[in-house]
């Protein structure tokens, strides 16, 4: 099918408050942008234009040549949406058009091939997703009445066009339209409806970029284990403190259960694998090192791979050391060395296993990490 995309990214996303165009604000470490050129990259139209900020041109079009294989046109925004939309149209060659906005850059090739699909026998065609929400009708404060619900729907992107008359109603347009779908059918023509999608939302407020966040993988969480023997001499390390009534655990290197629980738990939650893969006996230069470097070289590893931490809780399970007295101490010192917060809590195994009797010592911890930009 002859069908073209135009990317409508030039918005400054005031209401966002970031200080760059929307476009260019990133979830899970890639800009909306991006997002949605991936989308579009699947769908493969048959030509591509990109609506952009004036100001930020050599930064899209860096952003557009590094995710998107095809070839493509650049379009400076206009004055307003439906400026822009007409800037970019003016660019299109191919008899039909989707025109699409980057802020819902979560919408899914399927949704594409919808419009697309619905196109051919339309002139007209916009996704749709129902209304939830008990709908009124009001002047000022007053509730005028209560709208149908099932009668309403919301509107979404990309809406499909035949080209030229679209062309021919923008030229044409008394005034600005919320979308294109409305001028349209202001100038005659009919709409029919394809459904949306729940991903298909706008991005406009910091509630909209905060649910794409949780929604689209902003955060991941891992888990980690770890326990050691106490040895016969030595001075007890755990938690990156000193514990100088207990003797050390055992271990290729200092043994500090607390700590090598919460490398693996970050370990974890990246994807890096675990604590032996990356810090094992095969690693002599780790032989006899402190947990505090085991932390500091893991923070680094996540970091290269995208994340930070934003929380770390970590169960001990022993008899002995007692951490209720130190806890505190033990968190602050956790906290300072993740950079983030970590909560510790302590239990004992009533009585089971080897831990029971003063052998050893076990944790359990969980990493919480958010991505980066």
């Known amino acids: 099918m002859n069908v073209a995309v135009v990317l409508v990214a030039a918005g400054n996303g005031e209401r966002l408050g970031a200080g760059i165009p929307k476009a260019l604000v990133t979830v899970a470490g890639k800009s909306l942008l991006v997002h949605a050129l991936e989308a579009i990259q699947k769908f493969n139209p048959t030509q591509l234009v990109v609506v952009v900020h004036e100001d930020h041109v050599e930064e899209f079009q860096s952003q557009i040549r590094a995710v998107y294989h095809g070839e ?18 003016a660019l299109v060659k191919a008899e039909l058009v989707l025109i699409h906005d980057a802020a819902r850059a979560f919408a899914s090739p399927a949704l594409f091939e919808a419009v697309a699909a619905e196109l051919s026998n339309s002139d007209v065609v916009v996704p749709v997703i129902p209304v939830s929400d008990t709908v009124k009708r009001v002047s000022g404060n007053d509730v005028l009445g209560t709208e149908d619900r099932n009668t309403l729907r919301l509107s979404q992107t990309p809406q499909g066009f035949r080209t030229k008359e679209l062309q021919r109603a923008l030229s044409e347009a008394p005034s600005d339209f919320t979308d294109d779908a409305a001028l349209m059918q202001a100038m005659g023509f009919s709409v029919r409806s394809v459904p949306g999608e729940v991903n298909a939302f706008k991005l406009t407020t910091n509630s909209d970029l905060d649910r794409a966040r949780q929604d689209f993988g902003q955060r ?30 055992e271990g290729h290197s ?19 694998g675990d604590i032996g893969s990356n810090f094992g006996v095969d690693r002599p230069e780790f032989a006899g090192a402190s947990g505090e470097i085991f932390i500091s070289e893991t923070l680094k590893m996540i970091a290269a ?31 300072a060395i993740v950079e983030a917060r970590v909560s510790v809590g302590a239990t004992t195994t009533d009585g089971l296993g080897f831990l029971a009797d003063s052998r050893g010592v076990a944790a359990v911890a969980t990493a919480l990490l958010k991505v980066l930009g």
């Open 72 to 89: 493509f046109a650049i379009a400076v925004g206009g004055t307003s949406r439906q400026g822009s939309v007409a800037n970019g149209l």
């Open 220 to 249: 991941a969480t891992g888990i980690g284990t770890d326990a050691h023997k106490f040895s016969e001499s030595g001075q007890l390390v755990l938690g990156c403190l000193v514990w100088p009534e207990l003797p050390k655990l």
């Open 254 to 272: 200092d043994g500090d259960s607390i700590a090598h629980a919460i490398v693996d738990a970050l370990l974890s939650a990246a994807g890096l």
């Open 305 to 335: 791979k995208g994340f930070s931490v934003e929380n770390v809780a970590v169960q001990v399970i022993a008899d002995k050391p007692k951490i209720g007295p130190r806890r505190d101490e033990l968190e602050a010192r956790l906290s």
